[in-house]
């Protein structure tokens, strides 16, 4: 069956990217099945079906989170797919660079940040950055590796191969698909101060559509399981 899904389902993140949901399997009903089927119990109305899932998540009762699975269309810079295909449960197929000739298409942030001065792999705002320099090197950079892509094509050159001259910040597209709970698990990591800002716009995105799609089950996470530092979702900020 098709189902129709709402203009809400793709956010835009970042200057040319998005998160899309494709697909959807189960919802917070499905939790609360799963969870009473031990006992051949069924939906016992939003007041004590609610109170399971807070109960679940307080004690870390997982597995029924398991049975709500989301696919996602995802377009992000391979530098932040390279974190994401770190989170090995779940399941991605990627756009291919050998099949297809790559698109122009890079990723140029709107802000440059300076290094972080405590943590040496985060960075920060409030920086002295020459940014009309930072972005004269990063377009210039692009420009002459798309550049050399092209002409390593043209000598001839396998597209597999002539990839090589191009940088991480180019776009690519993929579909992951994952469940409630591996989706908990990449938004606590991933909407958080200490990931990258820009996956953290990513996890964001992922987090408005899972809040769409199980409004219990994202109370009961902010409540009892986010330990998000700074990620604002709906304009607010993390209980904890
Ligand atoms: C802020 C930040 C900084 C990071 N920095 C680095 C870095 O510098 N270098 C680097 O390499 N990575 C880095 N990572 C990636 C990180 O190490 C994890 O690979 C990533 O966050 C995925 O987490 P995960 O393994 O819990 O998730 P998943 O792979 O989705 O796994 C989910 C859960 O399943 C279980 N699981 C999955 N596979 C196994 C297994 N083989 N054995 C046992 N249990 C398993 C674990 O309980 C795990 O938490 C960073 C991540 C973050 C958030």
Not at 168 to 189: D, G, K, P, Q, S
């Amino acid at each position: 069956m098709t189902r129709r899904l709402s203009r809400r389902a793709e956010i835009p993140v970042l200057d040319k990217g998005f998160v899309r949901l494709v697909d959807a399997m189960g919802d917070d009903a499905a939790v609360v099945l799963a969870a009473r089927v031990s006992y051949a119990g069924g939906l016992k109305g939003e007041e004590q079906d609610r109170k399971l899932i807070h109960f679940l998540l307080r004690h870390q009762h997982m597995t029924p989170f398991e049975h709500a699975i989301f696919k996602f269309h995802c377009k992000t810079p391979i530098f932040v797919m390279r974190q994401w295909i770190r989170h090995r449960a779940g399941s991605f197929n990627e756009k291919s660079a050998r099949y297809a000739e790559a698109v122009d298409e890079f990723y140029f942030p709107d802000k440059w940040r300076a290094p972080a001065t405590a943590n040496k792999q985060a960075s920060r705002e409030n920086g002295r950055i020459d940014s009309p320099l930072a972005d004269r090197l990063l377009r210039d950079n692009c420009r002459q590796s798309y550049a050399a892509y092209q002409n390593l094509l043209r000598a001839g050159v396998a597209r597999e191969m002539a990839r090589m001259a191009l940088p991480v910040n180019l776009y690519t597209e993929f579909y992951w698909t994952v469940n409630a709970r591996n989706l908990m698990h990449f938004i606590n990591l991933r909407a958080d101060a200490a990931a990258q800002w820009e996956i953290q716009k990513y996890a964001e995105a992922l987090a408005e559509l899972f809040k769409a799609r199980m409004p219990w089950t994202w109370e009961a996470f902010r409540l009892l399981a986010w330990t998000g530092k700074n990620a604002e979702v709906d304009g607010q900020s993390s209980p904890t």
